[in-house]
């Protein structure tokens, strides 16, 4: 009684210091769940329905969100700033739902990925954690989906391989890896994989227009042609940048006697964070570690070699691939073969949990996770806290035990 009196209390006084201010922000107070602390959002809403969300505690001002939301335009017609009203909320329940209702409608736009994990989780994770429950599972599950439509088969990769890194150097690599030795087999991966990052840059957001930088402005939930190209989660959307518009073709493949016109800043660029090998991605040639571990793990396997998913659970993935019985780390970002220490010595980041995702090659949803941090910790390394290692194994027995259905 004593606490819904002080929450009464409390929502009164806010109302009444909102009202002397003369602002036009409402502020509600609502009881979090039991698995999340109390949340500020900052929410700017147009006229017409579409919106855009923030925690506030990210600092984006409210003219940065106006902008955003002005370059989402999910109504096709832009509207003035003055048709926009802006507001901040305290609470999760109601206001979560009535966000996720927003976020499949597509009227939604969040502006950063712990947003998007507050509103999908409820909570977002504390960083340098161990990852959680939701974390380990939802990777088992990332390994362990059913083949989707669009998926690209072993045998159309193999075709892509001959027909792109070249016919001579396939059967090179094919042969070596059915016959040679382990020495042999990592050298002709450590040169797929040095093709592989010429070939597959890192996106950082290039204007598919102009080619220039362009500006992160959200995240929105994807649509039917995104899902019917392969198993998609959030679009990334990037506004092109009239201030970086002197660089042409920056991440685009264009002819070199061709320059793209600027585009003055009207064009927005979808980046959708497939997590199945889409066609897409062989298409577009834009990804980062998320969809280039994935391709990569199933050339891999198309090459006749097992492979399982790597996930640091600090942002960033990789895969391993089994090379005479024993598991090879691999990079494709980074073009890096047997360099698990490339992350401690040249990242200056000594990882304190990396897990290993493998699912049964006759039943793709028995999936096995491992512990396999200590692969990744240079010899002279600090001492890895009990604490963080007895998180992990119990997270891990918890996954196991409940699985992923």
Sequence with gaps: MAKASERRLLLLTLAVLSFLHGRRERIYVALAPALAAPVTLQVVRASEGCQVVALASEGLSIDELTQSLAAFDCSGQQLPETQSSSYKIIGLSHERYRLNLAWKARTLLVASYDTYEWLTKGY???????????????????????PHPSDMPHAKLLAFLKREYGAGKLNCLVNTVGRGTEDDI????????????????????????????????????????????????????????????????????????????ACAGTKVTSFPRYSSVALPVLQTRRGRCGEYSVLGMELVRALGMEARWINNHAGHVWLEAKVRNRWVHIDPCEAAVDKPFIYAQEWGRVPDHVLAYQCDVFNKTDVTVSDVTLQYRPPGSPRLSTEIQHAVAAVLHSATASGIS
Excluded at 127 to 142: F, H, I, T, W, Y
Excluded at 219 to 224: E, F, G, N, R, T
Excluded at 226 to 249: I, M, Q, S
């Design 124 to 146: 977002v994770s504390s960083r340098g954690q161990p990852p959680d429950l939701d974390a380990v599972v939802n990777s088992m599950k990332r390994v362990a989906k059913e």
């Design 186 to 261: 990592i050298s002709e991966l450590q040169d797929l994989f040095a093709w592989f990052r010429d070939a597959f840059p890192y996106y950082r957001g290039a204007c598919i227009a102009c080619g220039a930088q362009g500006d992160f402005i959200g995240l929105v939930s994807p649509s039917a042609a995104d899902e019917a190209h392969g198993r998609v989660t959030v679009v990334e959307l990037y506004a092109c940048n009239p201030k970086l518009n002197e660089t042409f073709g920056a991440d685009v493949e264009v002819e070199s006697s061709v320059k793209l016109p």
